[in-house]
């Protein structure tokens, strides 16, 4: 029993994946799928058109929809090509071979619009199913809008169209005329591209700054702008001239072409023209002059600046001619243009003129006049600059100057260089050298804050490592008892001062032993300290003599001999150095 | 005999064997620096300039009476950079310029200044601006009475500095007159602090950043170094430049409003080399 259940099974299946076609065998179906049936005039409609076959055969490809060209523009369409799949289930196969296409549109008039589409097969008509779409909106018109040279787009014109326009359509020869080229699109294409510039043989152009990117609505569509290119023209020819239509390339294969604009170049007026007038002073102007100097000496140049501004083309703008100046030297100006193109093409042209003057006195300086037509009123005009002086002091030789012209190489020869020196021979003078060179100004400007730091830190040291205020009393001390003893010795011979200074030096020995309270005391009493202060008697007794001794050479001129004054000296000495009065003392 | 000649001529001989190039050197120096003062006394101003170019290039050391003879030379023929070079170089001590030469050599360097101003003006090139006050303190500063004086002062303040540290040590010790010390060690340690200061940065500017003159009467300023380079602008010959960079045969030469450039190396002749750069 199971045997069998599984032979049938498996004989089943290989006769569905073996002869696929004869499970089903016929039916050619079309069918049209949409993205949605509402919308709005401008709005993009996705399509998916899809004919399919169960079963065997050739599957035609599906045509556009019938009606879709009256209400809307198809801005792409895609070939799926076709295809076959295979179901399996239900107790078998099926095979199914199919073919489709994919529409993007836009929706221009509104409306209800039923869509269907219709395929050949063999003969037989087959239909797909009928989508009604509902449009909105004011009505827009897919014909390629005319293209007026002015202003901007009334039409849309598809998903994307360049446009070119100008701000007038009739202008004088050398006005300022604004070209404008913006992209309109329907959504962000990233691959639009400038294919073929406009032509603007007949005219000077200048950019002008392309401006940021908008959305604008024509007739009802919204279309993003992307600017594209904005010249300043200035035709250079009457008659009637035409800027070259520009191409744009919008992906790999797309273009879209725009439109030539053509302006009326009027001649300037013959009535009231100066001579020599120049067709690019057009515009409007002002002219202004300036000196840097109103009072300098003979041979000694300033400039005189002449600046031209207004709204035109600065760039090419003709002064005319400058005027000769009486008493004075006049080079070819330095030219500096400043153009500001933001909306329109303005700035200013500084003509920069050097003036020398030759001649004393009061030199004049003549108002600049500068003709222009302007278009607005269509009338010639002049600008004019204020006349100015300078005062020129001194006066330079007329021969040095008689050679000197206007355009001349600026090579004045009013001063005459100091002559050459003769020597029969050149100096072998070495060459002097200063001591202070710029390596030994630096060693010894660097040895200044190290000599600081050096004395600095000396000082410290010897403040810390130093003797103290009693080492410093004993020294002193010793220095005033070695001054009383070498006092002393000098005067054994002669005696004069000997016993004084003998005198002190004890005094002073006894004083320093016995402490500050032993100062001023009388003898008696420094005796009886110094007994308290624990010194030897004998030292005492011997003190008493020596001082006795010196008391009455003194006082009792008794100053003995040299060898009685020099046994006093030992005496001393031995006091001094040996005895108990010294311990202690200094 | 003979051997006894031979011995005496001998040191003679060495002596004319050691003197004979210098006398020679010398000659030849001479000569050229009197050829060149004949054709400038004919006019004939190149031909000048180039004897004393040899001049120069023999002598070997700075002398201002050649440097202001071959300026004037060029300033006559309108080499307007050289000739301010070479009168600039005039006025160089080294050169031992006497009071009359140092005078005529400024009056032609002003010459040569007011020239090169208005070639500037109508060959729309760039000229340093004149010297202005500002300059003349730069230039004081670098003087070496300014290094002097910040020596001695720093000096001063040095001793005072150490008196008093002595006196600190010192027991007794006059307080006002230590008071008048350091008032004068603040004051000498202030002057130190200022001059020192400004006169290293001076002498620092002139090391790294040496002086020099345009020599062509009017040099291009490329962007980078190499006659490929983008011309930038023109130096006016005979402007002050400091040059701030070097490459192989190319400066980079800065004009004194910050505008700088690369110009060949043979176009610009440095004032504060050992004896000036030879252009």
Known sequence: ?586 | MNARRTRGAMPLALVWVTLTPALVHADAVDDAFSAGNREAAAGRWPEAASHYERARALLGQPSSLLSYDLGTAYAQQGELGRASFHLRQALDFRGNPTAQLAEAARANLAIVRRRAELRAATTNAIIDSPQSWWDLVVETLRAPGVGWLSLVSGFVALALFAWGRAQTVRPGANERRNAVARALLWSLGGVWVLTASLHALSLRADRTAPRAVVLGNRVEAREGPGSHRTVEFAMQGGSEVRIVDRTPGWVLARMSGGIAGWVPESEVGELDGPSGRSP
């Open chain 1, 1 to 586: 029993m199971h045997r069998d259940r599984r032979r049938f099974v498996l004989g089943t299946l290989a006769a569905a994946v073996a002869l696929p076609g004869v499970a089903r065998a016929d039916g050619l179906v079309a069918e049209l799928r949409v993205n949605t049936t509402e919308l709005r005039v401008g709005d993009e409609l996705e399509l998916e058109l899809e004919v399919r076959r169960e079963g065997s055969g050739n599957v035609p490809e599906p045509e556009l929809p019938a009606g879709l060209a009256d209400a809307f523009e198809v801005t792409q369409s895609f070939r799926g090509g076709t295809g076959f799949q295979i179901t399996l289930g239900g107790g078998g196969s099926s095979r199914t071979m199919h073919s489709s296409m994919s529409i993007t549109a836009i929706a221009l008039k509104p409306g209800t619009h039923a869509l269907s589409f219709a395929v050949d097969d063999g003969g037989k008509k087959v239909v797909s199913n009928v989508v009604e779409i509902v449009v909105t909106g004011a009505e827009a018109t897919a014909a390629t809008p005319a293209r007026p040279t002015t202003g901007k787009p009334t039409a849309p014109d598809g998903d994307v169209f360049v446009w070119a326009a100008t701000d007038k359509t009739e202008a004088w020869v050398g006005e300022q005329i604004e070209y404008r080229l913006d992209v309109y699109e329907r959504s962000l294409l990233s691959s639009v591209a400038l294919r073929t510039p406009p032509n603007f043989a007949d005219f000077y152009t200048h950019d002008l700054p392309e401006g940021e990117g908008s959305v604008e609505e024509v007739g009802g569509v919204v279309y993003r702008v992307r600017p594209g290119m904005r010249r300043a023209l200035f035709p250079q020819k009457a008659g009637t001239l035409v800027v070259g239509a520009p191409e744009i390339t919008i992906g790999r294969r797309r273009r879209d072409r725009g439109a030539a604009v053509s302006i009326l170049v009027k001649p300037l007026p013959a009535e009231g023209q100066p001579k020599a007038f120049s067709p690019n002073n057009v515009g409007r102007f002002e002219v202004k002059a300036k000196v840097d100097r109103t009072a300098v000496k003979a041979g000694q140049p300033f400039t005189w600046t002449i600046e031209i501004a207004g709204e035109g083309n600065i760039a090419l703008i003709d002064p005319g001619p400058w005027p000769e100046l009486r008493g004075a030297r006049r080079y070819d100006p330095k030219v500096d243009t400043q153009v500001q193109a933001v909306d329109r093409v303005r700035g200013r042209r500084t003509y920069a003129l050097l003036v020398i003057p030759e001649q004393g006195g009061r030199l004049e300086l003549p108002a600049i006049a500068m003709h222009f037509f302007d278009p607005q009123t269509a009338k010639y005009e002049v600008a004019r600059s204020e006349a100015l002086e300078v005062e020129v002091e001194g006066s330079i030789e007329p021969a040095a100057t008689a050679a000197a012209s206007s355009t001349a190489t600026p090579e004045p020869t009013v001063e005459s260089f100091a002559p050459i020196v003769e020597a029969d021979g050149l100096p072998r003078e070495a060459p002097p050298t200063r001591w202070m060179t710029p390596t030994r100004w630096a060693w010894a400007t660097g040895a200044i804050p190290a000599l600081f730091a050096a004395i600095w830190g000396g000082t410290a040291a010897w403040r810390r490592f130093g003797p103290d205020e009693a080492a410093r009393r004993r020294a002193a001390a010793r220095r005033i008892q070695r001054e009383r003893i070498d006092a002393a010795t000098a005067a054994v011979e002669t005696g004069e001062g000997f016993h004084a200074a003998i005198a002190s030096l004890l005094h002073e020995l006894a004083v320093a032993r016995a402490g500050a309270e032993a100062t001023g005391l009388p003898r008696p009493a420094l005796v009886r300290l110094l007994n308290e202060r624990k010194v030897r008697p004998e030292d005492v007794r011997s003190l008493e003599a020596l001082l006795e001794r010196c008391d009455a050479a003194r006082f009792a001129a008794q100053r003995g001999t040299a060898d009685e004054r020099r046994a006093t000296l030992d005496d001393a000495l031995a006091l001094v150095e040996r005895s108990s009065l010294s311990r202690g003392s200094a």
